[in-house]
């Protein structure tokens, strides 16, 4: 069955501090990694990877895939309390289903 | 608005009634998924339809769930004889082909949020 794990499950952080949240992964036809911000709504889209060792870039936040040890990280830089949120990390399978993880709750203070 | 469309917002029910839920996806998108939200956990996989052939469902989902998108347009998720452990936010998402066998990413909607008394 398809699995993904993401840890920590909570952070707590200043502004200031820079994160890196992780995500591993079991997926059958492994296709694509994809991570999320959800505040109180759904889910909004932050990232896509689908190559090994290729940074992708956006602000402060930043991710890169690893397919070789099934593991990917999202590093935030400089938090804002704005970055407060939990980030779901999705692996896409077979049929392009998308499994997502529990989730990181990352909280941001003042 | 060009975004995925979830109606109802807010459904409340009593247990044992019927619900029916919709999905507006995105024009053009041809995959539509249908996840499942409880407190503190990750959207749950319920159902995927790739226009309107539905191509996979979960074995978690019982016999009282069933999920349609006839035109492969606009899809209905619905709950028979509905239980209290049914209580959850329902989520749609809708993705377009890409090029290639990778994914492209899924779009949501803001959910229907569920609660059984």
């Known amino acids: 069955e398809d699995k993904v794990v993401q840890s920590p499950l909570s952070l707590v952080v200043h502004e200031g501090d820079t994160v890196t949240l992780n995500c591993s992964y079991e997926?059958?036809?492994?296709?694509?990694l994809l991570w999320y911000k959800q505040e109180k709504k759904a889910p909004t889209f932050l990232f896509m990877l689908?190559?090994?060792?290729i940074e992708k870039k956006s602000g402060r936040l930043s991710s890169i895939l690893d397919k070789k040890e099934l593991f990917s990280i999202l590093n935030i830089t400089a938090t804002q309390t704005g970055d407060s949120a939990v980030y779901l990390c999705?692996?896409?399978?077979?049929?392009?289903?998308?499994?997502f993880g529990k989730g990181t709750l990352l909280t941001v203070n003042p | 608005d060009t975004g995925v469309s979830q109606n109802p917002r807010h459904k409340i029910t009593k247990r044992g009634q019927n619900v029916t839920f919709r999905c507006d996806p995105i024009?053009?998108?041809?995959?539509l998924y249908w996840y499942r939200q409880t407190l503190g956990q990750g959207p749950e996989f319920l159902t995927y339809?790739?226009?309107?052939?539905?191509?996979?469902k979960s074995r978690l989902l019982s016999d009282r769930f069933s999920a349609e998108r006839p035109k492969g347009s606009f899809s209905t998720l619905e709950i028979q004889r509905t239980e209290q452990g049914d209580s959850a936010m329902y989520l749609c998402?809708?993705?377009?082909?890409?090029?290639?066998?990778?994914?492209?990413?899924?779009?949501f909607g803001q959910g229907t949020r569920l609660t059984v008394v």
């Open positions: 998402a809708s993705s377009f082909p890409g090029t290639g066998t990778a994914n492209t990413e899924a779009f």
């Open positions: 997926v059958t036809n492994f296709r694509s």
């Open positions: 689908t190559s090994s060792g």
């Open positions: 999705a692996a896409g399978g077979s049929n392009y289903k998308l499994t």
């Open positions: 024009s053009e998108h041809n995959r």
């Open positions: 339809f790739q226009n309107e052939a539905q191509l996979e």
